[in-house]
């Protein structure tokens, strides 16, 4: 089966610095790769997704990379803000529409002002 | 847009008793998902279902029960609670390749 791993369960890091966070698949690789964020209390939301074929996404302060001779993607908040503080999950999606999917622990995020 | 709507927000059980704990999605999707979160273990699938009529089992199954009978609803059924129930669940929609909806979720505890 699938197993999923994220960097630490937690990070703290300073307002302004960029934060990193890793998740390492095993097995075949997936068409696509999502992460999540999910603050206490609340489900988790989707903020981006990259596929396969691609090797950068970028949204605003965000940028997701796939690397799949790795099995590896990795996650950047730039100039990161407290308002970024939360569980950041990853989620390998094998591409069906149907499949479930399984998500890492999550890494917890805290940025310090 | 209501979205993925749970209901309860909370409850606290008897061991031994059953509950149901109700999932609604006005998105038209054929996929959802019941997942329950604890400390440390991160989100894991317990049913999922790809259209009406259709379900199948996730990582932890034992102890509870799906059914789905239309597209919009998916309720989970607890029919004899234990005090290893008590979790956050969160129920999730998805339509095709988009990324999951998840509701805000039913906090369980079981005494």
């Known amino acids: 089966s699938q197993k999923i791993e994220q960097n630490s369960e937690a990070l703290n890091i300073q307002e302004g610095k960029t934060a990193t966070l890793t998740c390492n698949y095993t097995n075949y690789s997936p068409a696509y790769l999502q992460w999540y964020r999910q603050d206490p209390g609340r489900g988790p939301v989707f903020l981006l997704l990259?596929?396969?074929n691609e090797k950068e996404k970028r949204k605003e302060r965000l940028k997701v990379t796939f690397d799949t001779t790795l099995k590896q993607s990795l996650f950047h908040i730039t100039a990161s803000q407290p308002a970024d503080s939360a569980t950041y999950l990853c989620a390998p999606d094998w591409g069906s529409g149907n499949t479930p999917l399984v998500f890492g622990k999550g890494t917890r995020l805290s940025v310090i002002a | 847009n209501a979205g993925v709507t749970q209901t309860p927000k909370f409850q606290v059980l008897k061991t031994g008793q059953s509950m149901t704990l109700q999932c609604a999605q006005d998105m038209n999707h054929e996929y959802m998902s019941w997942y329950r979160q604890d400390p440390g273990m991160g989100l894991r699938l317990i049913h999922y279902?790809?259209?009406?009529?259709?379900?199948d089992q996730g990582e932890v199954p034992n102890g509870y029960n799906v059914s789905r009978s239309t597209t919009e609803d998916f309720p989970l059924r607890l029919l004899s609670a234990a005090p290893s129930q008590t979790s956050v669940y969160f129920c999730?929609?998805?339509?095709?390749?988009?990324?999951?909806?998840f509701g805000n979720g039913t906090r369980l505890t079981v005494t």
């Open positions: 990259i596929r396969e």
């Open positions: 279902s790809v259209g009406a009529g259709i379900t």
């Open positions: 999730a929609s998805r339509g095709g390749h988009s990324p999951l909806h």
